[in-house]
């Protein structure tokens, strides 16, 4: 199926590995011209051209912004790393301060710079990475919880505002897929109760349905297909990429 994304311009952040990596190429395997934003500024494969952007820095964001308003984009994915594992009683101020500024409002900040290019084309793709968190909070992952609580809430509200105009806005939630974020987790878990990390993953595994985790790449066909001109009357929807690990509707 052609998902007519040839010409199409894209920028997807955190696209130096994982399932920013994955999504930027499969977005250039179906034609789409892709920026990949990391702060390494790296990127392989064919259509995947590096940019330089840091999250965590004000400027960076700023000179993005200024990009965005210069060389519009069709499809935008934003995409942040998690902040470090931890509960939510004792978390200082300063700590929610900059998880909610690197993970929620840059990525508020550059959608609102993209959007006037799309607007203006009449056509537009905002799709942005969340978490499973978002919709049954994990355990000990009290910082990613929150602010990507508040990221859903963005995203349902901005979808409903800019629907008429052509752009739609989704999110896509992982569940245990096989990245280095995951695997750290399990490292996290396997120190906490003393156990090796393989006989913690297999727990994991046990949870899911599907019997394992997910694959970078099948995550990145859900985002890819919520990119394309086939999708453009759904919007405002949180797509679980799980293999059923949450059980409610």
Known sequence: M???????????????????????????????????????????????????????????????????AAEPVDIL????????????????????????????????RLADAALPGMEAAGWGRIVTIGSSGMQAPIPGLALSNGVRGAVAGWSKTLASEVAPLGITVNLVLPGRIATDRVAELDGVRAKASGQDVAEVRRASQATIPAGRYGTPEEFAA????LCSAQAGYITGTALRVDGGMLRSQ
């Open 222 to 225: 859900a985002v890819t297909f």
């Open 77 to 108: 994915v934003l995409n942040s790393g998690g902040p470090k594992a931890g509960p939510a009683r004792g978390q200082s101020a300063e700590t929610w301060r900059t998880a909610f500024e690197q993970m929620a409002v840059a990525l508020f």
């Open 2 to 68: 052609d998902y007519g994304l040839t010409g199409k311009r894209a920028l997807v952040l955190g696209a130096s590995r994982g399932l920013g990596a994955a999504s930027a190429a499969m977005l250039a395997a179906e034609g789409a011209e892709v920026l990949a934003a990391s702060r390494s500024g790296t990127a392989t494969g064919a259509g995947v051209t590096g940019v330089t952007l840091d999250l965590s820095d004000a400027a960076s964001v700023a000179a993005m912004e200024a990009r965005l």
